[in-house]
């Protein structure tokens, strides 16, 4: 893993959180997104979108990375329009068999996000084969 030090971990906790919230998720689906407790408040994620960071849990760590990636992919796949991220997180697409990438990363977790990832950025899925 990686070693961030705390300010780093910091500003990734504040990006991911910024992401999520584009996508629009409710609290349920953005604590599964990112592997928390189920028991996770609201208010703790309002603390991870300004003061405080994630756990620095090896799984975390990995889930993080996976949402960034998603989101850069996202970002120039649609580079004039920033509002398509949701859109296309929140539509059916036919390589996931008609059902969203969203509930794709919701039912299978980290390997949900590994696909999500794999199909937006080829040269993770390159890199992911290999």
């Not at 998720?25 to 960071?53: I, P």
């Not at 889930?63 to 970002?75: F, K, Q, T």
């Not at 920033?82 to 509930?103: A, C, G, I």
Request: glycine content about 4%.
């Amino acid at each position: 893993m990686v070693e961030y030090t705390d300010e780093e971990f910091l500003y990734i906790t504040n990006t991911v959180m910024k992401v999520l919230d584009s996508w629009n998720l409710t609290t349920e689906q953005t604590v599964q997104v990112l592997g928390l407790s189920s028991k996770t408040k609201k208010r703790q994620l309002d603390k991870y979108r300004t003061l405080k960071a994630f756990p620095k849990e090896d799984l975390i760590v990995k889930r993080l990375s996976h949402v960034v990636g998603i989101s850069d992919a996202l970002r120039t796949t649609f580079p004039r329009n920033v509002n398509m991220s949701e859109k296309w997180m929140k539509t059916q697409h036919r390589r996931f068999n008609n059902e969203t990438p969203l509930s794709i990363i919701l039912e299978q977790g980290i390997d949900g996000l590994c696909r999500v990832r794999a199909e937006l950025d080829c040269t993770f899925a390159w890199n992911a084969s290999s």
